[in-house]
């Protein structure tokens, strides 16, 4: 019995220990990069093999704020949230209802229609890009906001399919208790459903929010006035293949972009592990 325990006891410091390396080496370079952003330009790629800096400085922050062509980084900060935040509300509230849809209404091709949101969810990005660019640039969207907002208000796979495992869960009961009461479908989704599926889409909103506020890709192709940039495409612009890139006010700026995803985990955590345990999604 006591050896058992020893044995027990190493099997746990061995993981642990394995563990906490293995985070340390899975969160240094971010560490690398929050240090590298009280250092001075020239004294971050000469002294790379160092985390501390020789001296903490926040020039880094003043001047990165300050931005570029008279823009400052609060206006980059404010187009990602607006696009964030408004991406995010239309892809949860359109995903639920998709998802009701499919967990609790029946109608012809059911099955049909889940198949081909099944597949359009596996599509990547880049086989869909060129004709989404032709249609918006035909509509006279390209340089807008609306290429990139819009079709979050039509549902994405992935969530639709991760609120309507969490539906499937809520007992049919309830739905005809109501209907029983005189409730209509929509007052069961209203004041039945979306209620008890709060975590689904907590946990969809922070995956949402997440996605588009890092989203480059569709700035680059969609935004061409520097006034409309998000965060994420204006910190290429501290980058300059032809001239000195000033890499000290990207490093601190990208430390600062981090700081709104970093307090949603904080603040919604308990919400997002509940939301992918109750769904049966594991990495």
Request: glycine residues 6%; charged residues 15%; hydrophobic residues 55%.
């Amino acid at each position: 019995m006591e050896n058992y325990k020893i044995k027990k006891t190493s099997s746990k410091v061995i993981y642990h220990v394995f563990t906490f390396f293995f985070a340390i080496v899975m969160i240094y370079p971010l560490l690398w990069m929050v240090m590298s952003s009280f250092k001075e330009t020239a004294e971050i790629f000469k002294t790379a093999e160092k985390l501390l800096p020789a001296s903490f400085d926040i020039r880094n922050y003043v001047v990165g704020w300050q931005g570029f062509a008279g823009n400052k980084f609060s206006i980059f900060f404010k187009n990602s949230f607006v696009i964030a935040g408004l991406s995010t509300i239309g892809a949860v509230l359109s995903s639920a209802v998709v998802a009701f849809g499919f967990a609790r209404c029946e109608f012809k091709l059911k099955g049909f229609w889940f198949a081909c949101m099944l597949i359009a969810m596996m599509l990547p990005f880049q086989v869909i890009m060129i004709p989404q660019y032709i249609l918006f640039n035909k509509l006279g969207w390209v340089g807008t906001y609306l290429p990139i907002i819009v079709p979050q208000f039509f549902g994405q796979g992935f969530f639709i399919f991760l609120i309507m495992q969490f539906i499937k869960g809520i007992p049919v009961d309830l739905d005809e208790a109501a209907a029983i009461d005189g409730c209509s479908i929509y007052g069961i989704f209203i004041q039945i459903v979306l209620p008890l599926v709060k975590p689904a889409l907590v946990t969809s909103a922070i995956f949402s929010f997440m996605w588009r506020w890092d989203d480059f890709l569709s700035a680059l192709i969609y935004i061409s006035d520097p006034l409309k940039y998000p965060v994420s495409y204006a910190l290429k612009m501290f980058a300059d293949p032809t001239a000195g890139s000033d890499w000290g006010a990207m490093f601190a700026m990208a430390t600062l972009s981090l700081l709104p995803i970093f307090l949603i985990f904080l603040t919604m955590q308990k919400y997002l592990v509940e939301g992918i345990a109750s769904t049966g999604i594991k990495g």
